[in-house]
């Protein structure tokens, strides 16, 4: 195997990863609120202050989704722009 196919490898796995993450995430968002709501409806209903939870756990489970899904990979020339700019700023 080549070092470029090797390294394609290497992404896809890391990617397949995060992608099963993620469903893991988001199947423990949905089980552990429904659970959250089930306790404030058993307990009198009132305020509903499930959303507190469902509402900040829905903001990570957003920005995990577009780290998954949204966010490129680093590039060879990502690092030789950073590795550029650092010999600039130290020379």
């Known amino acids: 195997m080549s070092i ?3 390294n394609a490898r290497d992404l896809a796995i890391t990617h ?3 992608r099963r ?3 893991m995430h ?4 949905v089980v552990f609120n429904s659970a959250m709501v ?3 409806y058993l307990t009198g209903h009132g305020y509903f202050w499930p959303i ?4 900040l756990w829905g903001i990570g489970l957003v920005l995990h989704a577009w780290d998954v899904w949204m966010r490129r ?3 060879e ?7 550029d700019r650092h010999s600039r700023s130290h020379a």
Do not use: C, H, N
């Open 38 to 40: 089930l306790i404030w």
């Open 4 to 6: 470029d196919q090797t």
């Open 21 to 23: 993450d993620f469903g």
């Open 77 to 83: 020339d990502d690092i030789q722009r950073e590795m």
């Open 26 to 29: 988001a199947v423990t968002y």
């Open 52 to 55: 507190w939870l469902i509402g």
């Open 16 to 18: 397949l990863k995060a």
């Open 73 to 75: 990979p680093i590039s």
